[in-house]
């Protein structure tokens, strides 16, 4: 067996943290969560603040950095955060999603070169072995050696979330056919769908053309139909309620003076400090 990546040690030790203190990620996601009364799309932009803030608290041997405003301004990456192994001294550089259960975009394909590359195959139905190895092992798909996305996935109708970390290489190892398809589910452009030996959904390669913005090429898969492919690092779903104490308290800081929010900092901090003793960490 290959040695762990740093990103999977790193997804390891959160695994172990949220077991033994789950009620630490249960505040944390409920906060997140709670920002979408705000705006629908204001909890992926704090969680990109708040998972590493939770990381700098909870787990000592690791540092996080927001990066994805600062370093990688001019949008050539998608990571959105940086974690640092104090230990081993190995940097990880992590996507944030944020999604809701369903579809969820685990790469941009930002040079497009995917879909194209699948098109170059000229074959609507791809199912021989060697020729799948070779179109996993291509440039155009090499990016997704270097995917680390950690998706915080929420269900709003049931009030739940979960952290859901796809599993490539068990995905690339499964795939047994790739085949186009085209038209329903209000599809506008084509896609490539990867399945395994039973046809089961693994992944997907959203058209990269011209007429494709973000949101519409890329690698992606789905939170429903293919959980056998993804890994909870919080041990399944947690319930979450929304805090309205907090949505009150950002509105009252947007109006109040820097003054008082040092104080309201300073008290921050200490109620941090009695979670940590409290969970003996």
Known sequence: MPDSSPYQEFTK?????????????????SNIFTMRLIGNKT?????????????????Y?????????????????????SVVNQITEDEVLISIKAYGVGPLQLSTDKEARMFPFLESQGESEISDSNSIRAILE?????????MNVLPLIY??????????????????????????????????????EFVNED???????????????????????????????????TGGWIDYSHNLVLVKLFSHSLVASQ?????????VKKDIASIIQGEGL
């Open 13 to 29: 030790r959160l695994k172990l943290l949220i077991s033994k203190h789950p009620s630490l990620i249960s505040i944390t996601l």
């Open 61 to 81: 041997d690791f540092n996080s950095t927001h990066v994805g405003k600062d370093r990688f301004r001019a949008k050539q990456h998608e990571e959105d955060i």
């Open 138 to 146: 291509s440039p155009a798909f090499s990016e997704i050696e270097q």
């Open 199 to 233: 046809y089961e959904y693994i992944c997907e390669v959203r058209y990269g053309g011209a007429a494709a913005n973000a949101l519409q090429r890329g690698l992606w898969t789905n939170t429903r139909n293919a959980i056998q492919y993804f890994d909870s690092i």
């Open 259 to 267: 003054t008082g929010h040092v104080e309201a900092l300073e008290s």
């Open 43 to 59: 909890h992926g932009d704090l969680a990109e603040i708040a998972i590493p803030e939770f990381i700098n608290q909870y787990m």
């Open 155 to 192: 269900d709003e109708k049931r009030n739940r979330c979960n952290i859901l970390v796809f599993d490539q290489e068990r995905a690339k190892q499964d795939v047994a056919t790739i085949r186009k398809v085209t038209g329903g589910s209000g599809r506008k452009h084509p896609i490539y």
